[in-house]
């Protein structure tokens, strides 16, 4: 089982609409979690983090995070066609008896935007 | 915001030669540095964690005599790929960890990632 799932896509969405990004986690001791997004070619941007159970809502993106189902995902509303990227899943978690920490990454899930 | 440098970009070079990838912190110190491998269409892969002034951790499966990393300083890390060869061939990404009130908002940890090198090994 990979430490972090997520669908590759991709996920086609019209304009305007809601694309729904979903990422599993197998680390129940993970702490931290983040979405990524990432054009072709280029590093990573973040655009959301999460820390506690529930929602947290940030313009036209939403993170949802659920511990007990080790679940986490992300909402974007009204769909635009520069949104279509893939997203990336990572988890963060304690290594090295707490002195350190690191991103594990899922493979992202592919995201098309459709006009 | 924190601004994490990468250089060079792109990079061909021929089987067999070393290829050097610098990362800089621009705007902070960065006591950690992350070094990833992202192959098409995977996703990132963590090759090994630098701390500044030690030796690098390496991931399980990543040769440390073939990917060397020296992080000398609190800006910069430079991995270097000894002997290239073809199935080295890779987006080698970069980030630095920025702690609390060094170019991370609300005083959380940050991650900031260079901008990436694309490495093709011929």
């Known amino acids: 089982q990979k430490e972090v799932e997520q669908n590759s896509g991709p996920l086609s969405v019209p304009e305007g609409a809601i694309a729904s990004l979903n990422c599993t986690y197998s680390d129940r001791g993970s702490q931290s979690f983040f979405w990524y997004r990432q054009y072709s070619g280029k590093s990573p941007e973040l655009i959301m983090s999460?820390?506690?159970?529930g929602d947290k809502e940030d313009g036209r993106f939403t993170a949802q995070l659920n511990k007990a189902s080790q679940y986490v995902s992300l909402l974007i509303r009204d769909s635009q066609p520069s949104d279509s990227a893939t997203y990336l899943c990572a988890v963060k978690r304690l290594v090295y008896g707490g002195a350190t920490n690191k991103l594990i990454f899922g493979t992202g899930t592919l995201l098309a935007v459709q006009p | 915001g924190a601004v994490v440098s990468q250089h060079p970009s792109r990079v061909i070079c021929k089987s067999g030669t070393s290829v050097k990838i610098e990362c800089r912190s621009l705007?902070?110190?960065?006591?950690?540095m992350f070094w990833y491998r992202q192959f098409p269409k995977q996703s990132l892969m963590l090759m090994a964690t630098s701390n500044e002034g030690s030796k690098a951790t390496y991931e399980q499966g990543v040769e440390k005599d073939k990917f060397l990393i020296n992080h000398a300083s609190l800006t910069l890390s430079t991995l270097t790929v000894t002997s290239a060869h073809p199935e080295d061939s890779s987006f080698y990404i970069c980030?630095?960890?920025?702690?609390?009130?060094?170019?991370?908002?609300?005083?959380?940890?940050?991650?900031?990632f260079g901008s990436g090198t694309q490495l093709s090994v011929l």
């Open positions: 999460i820390y506690s159970n």
């Open positions: 705007d902070f110190q960065a006591t950690t």
């Open positions: 980030s630095a960890r920025a702690l609390g009130g060094q170019g991370a908002r609300g005083g959380n940890e940050k991650l900031f």
